[in-house]
């Protein structure tokens, strides 16, 4: 085994058996855990409720006790008459009961429920009383069944979002575009997340070791540059571990719950863009190696442990901002942003969204996508070339000056 | 055989190391002398290339030192790490991977490194549970488990009781014997005597003193006299050629102008015949160290 995997798998060993790494990965895992048992505490203290129905007219009543119910209520079907139905009521037998009085062309119904009782999502009751009286109405006017579904059909109504790039317009279907901005939003959440996660865990790694001179051990057996493309490495095959892990909880998460949340009701996975998908793939590996490899560098400039928050906040800082930028390039395209999304260290968190909201090409994104690899091959060099200098560099000197002399020299 | 030749560092207006030069052959152990700061660690930066030298070569069986040869060097930093939150296990195991050392290898071996230094703990306990006393033995092991050729200690007694040091030394004339070129430093001159081939005393990155233990002592002269008789104290101060006298119990510490003092003291201390105790011999390298830094003050 080379001395590079034996510092690769070392850091991903290392990790891995740290709890609060391990707590990190699952953490998705745990909040749809905890998402599925307050759905299933919820579900099992909100039970169906048992309702009586009554009406002076019983053709009706046997119509509406028949009619679908879809999980909303149940119906107690021997209780014909008001007041056995108060008197159930009174004694908790049932949870309410709706009671029909039909005069002449007018239906009027009463619901009385019990406050401590299991309440009624009465739109489905309401709906099976509306469609009975309709029929009863339609009868009497002599109107067949076809005619009245004519008579009901809704207009058509549909949004379609458009944009124009160089004044051609390109079209979207509307769902498409929330979808793809769903995930736009939530991988540029992760990738920030990722990115101080892993910025701070490379530098406090590099640091300690600096600190507690382990490092003298390890430059007297690897070579520094061995060592940082090992410890890069590592940091890579975890932030991959994580991605997956991360995407399979969400998958599952989505799929189980895509009736239960609302926003999710319309979403589906086929409407996301495979492009969208690469892009974001793309942008989640490369924007968080180029802050984990600068991590790895600042990490190595420091003397001590305590330090390296310190060192590490300018790189966290401009993470923050390009995140918060993100929310504003959704409605803008301003020339900020549109140079921003082009722009190392910004673009990960601002291509994917305006990519997502039609701002921007694929053949844009590509080409920020680009920069930020050359970007990351620069970066991984110059912070390599730093980490060699500073692993076993103990004095308290300013090190950009530092940093700026050897430059020149 | 590692060979250190004319090297020099300064640290900008201060001395590093001033033209050091020796040599060490395989199964020679040397000890390295001097106060803090006189350029011991960095003579073993240097060594390890871990620090480029001013001027001067430091030649590792007879080419520089490179990454090529990191596997054959065993290195205990002056100030010990570890990553606190690893087991014993992985700790060795991974240190002696980064000399090219197979983990399985490691493992077998590690049991009975564990019995020889006598580790207080398993070989899963975390480092940051053992004593200090207990993670300084588990660092030695790493520096040792995968039997260097080339082997740096600084200070590797500190920290070490009498009992420890002893099996430290143990192991150090192990390896000695096994073939390794072995450099050390220490602050305890009784181990450094006991032990070392060659010694070095460095005084603000000077050499002042270079030679074997025996060879260093004799140049100061069988001056020092430890006697038991019926001469007291007074009478010994009395005595012609006799500098200094230090009473320790029963017997006197003498420090004599010459070695020929000595013959004339034996001779007045037994003219009565039997006693109990004389013995003359150089002063101890605890205080040639004394007087080397005394007098370069």
Redesign the interface.
């Known amino acids: 085994?080379n001395?590079f995997m034996?510092?690769t798998r070392?850091v991903i060993?290392?990790n891995i058996k740290?709890p609060a790494y391990l707590f990190s990965l699952f953490f998705p895992v745990l909040i749809i855990a905890a998402i599925a048992l307050f759905a299933f505490i919820t579900n099992k203290t909100n039970q169906t409720p048992t309702i009586a129905i009554t009406s002076n007219n019983v053709a009706l009543r046997n119509a509406l006790i028949e009619s679908p119910t879809h999980g909303d209520y149940r119906v107690s079907k021997a209780i014909s008459t008001e007041q056995v139905a108060e008197k159930r009521l009174s004694h908790e037998k049932i949870d309410g009961y709706l009671n029909v009085t039909v005069t002449g062309q007018t239906v009027s119904a009463v619901y009385r429920q019990r406050t401590n009782g299991n309440s009624l999502d009465s739109d489905t009751l309401k709906n099976n009383l509306n469609t009975l009286k309709l029929r009863q109405a339609a009868q009497q006017l002599g109107l067949t069944a076809k005619q009245l579904q004519q008579l009901f059909a809704p207009a058509s109504y549909k949004t379609q979002n458009v944009a124009y790039q160089n004044g051609v317009v390109r079209r979207q279907r509307s769902n498409q575009q929330g979808a793809n901005l769903v995930v736009a939003f939530v991988v540029t959440f992760l990738i920030y997340m990722f990115i101080a996660m892993y910025t701070s865990m490379i530098a406090q790694e590099t640091a300690t070791?600096k600190g507690?001179?382990?490092?003298?051990?390890?430059?007297?057996?690897?070579?520094p540059v061995t060592q940082f493309f090992g410890k890069v490495t590592g940091m890579l095959a975890l932030i991959v571990l994580q991605v997956i892990i991360t995407g399979i909880a969400g998958l599952i998460g989505m799929q189980y719950f895509n009736h239960n949340i609302s926003f999710l009701g319309d979403f589906s996975f086929s409407q996301i863009q495979p492009g969208m998908v690469s892009v974001l793939v793309a942008y989640f590996v490369l924007g968080v190696m180029l802050y984990t490899v600068i991590a790895a560098m600042l990490g190595s400039m420091v003397t001590r442990q305590e330090e390296v928050s310190q060192a590490l906040s300018p790189l966290t800082t401009v993470g923050m901002l390009a995140y918060v930028a993100s929310f504003i390039a959704v409605n803008s395209n301003s020339l900020l942003i549109r140079i921003g999304s082009y722009v190392p260290f910004l673009s990960q968190s601002l291509m994917p969204v305006r990519y997502a909201v039609g701002n921007a090409a694929l053949s844009e994104v590509w080409a920020s996508v680009a920069i930020a690899a050359i970007a990351l091959v620069l970066m991984t060099w110059v912070a390599c070339r730093v980490y060699q200098q500073h692993v076993?560099d103990y004095s308290n000197r300013k090190h950009w000056y530092q940093f700026g002399r050897k430059r020149r020299a | 055989m590692l060979t250190v030749a004319n090297l020099t560092k300064r640290f900008g207006p201060k001395q590093g190391v001033e033209d050091e030069s020796f040599t060490i052959h395989e199964g020679e152990i040397m000890g390295l002398i001097g106060q803090n700061g006189a350029g011991k660690t960095t003579t073993f930066?240097m060594i390890?290339?871990?620090?480029p030298p001013d001027s001067g070569t430091v030649l590792w069986q007879d080419h520089p030192l490179t990454?090529d040869d990191?596997n054959t060097?065993g290195?205990l930093?002056e100030?010990?790490?570890?990553?606190?939150?690893?087991s014993i296990q992985?700790q060795v195991v991974?240190?002696a991977?980064?000399?090219?050392q197979?983990p399985a290898v490691t493992r077998k071996a590690l049991p009975q490194w564990m019995a020889r230094f006598n580790v207080k703990g398993k070989l899963t306990d975390k480092i940051k549970d053992l004593s200090k006393g207990n993670q300084q033995k588990v660092q030695l092991i790493?520096t040792l488990i995968h039997q260097p050729k080339l082997i740096i200690l600084d200070e590797p007694f500190s920290g070490l009781d009498p009992v420890n040091a002893q099996l430290l030394e143990d192991s150090i004339i192990e390896m000695k014997q096994n073939g390794a070129s072995i450099i050390f430093s220490s602050h305890d001159m009784a181990n450094v005597e006991r032990i070392s081939d060659h010694l070095l005393m460095l005084r603000n990155g000077e050499t002042v003193l270079s030679g074997t233990p025996d060879e260093i002592r004799s140049q100061f002269g069988n001056t020092r006299v430890r006697l038991r008789s019926p001469l007291d104290k007074a009478a010994l101060v009395a005595f012609p050629g006799v500098n200094d006298v230090q009473q320790r119990g029963n017997a006197y510490e003498l420090t004599l102008d010459n070695e020929a003092v000595g013959h004339d003291l034996f001779k007045a201390a037994t003219s009565k015949g039997y006693i109990p105790e004389f013995s003359q011999e150089p002063p101890s390298l605890d205080e040639i160290f004394r007087i080397e830094v005394a007098n370069h003050e």
């Open positions: 085994m001395k034996v510092v070392q060993r290392k740290s070791e507690s001179h382990i490092m003298e051990i390890l430059v007297s057996s690897v070579s076993l | 930066r390890l290339n871990l620090l990454k990191y060097v290195f930093p100030e010990r790490g570890l990553y606190t939150r690893m992985d991974y240190f991977a980064l000399r090219g197979k790493a």
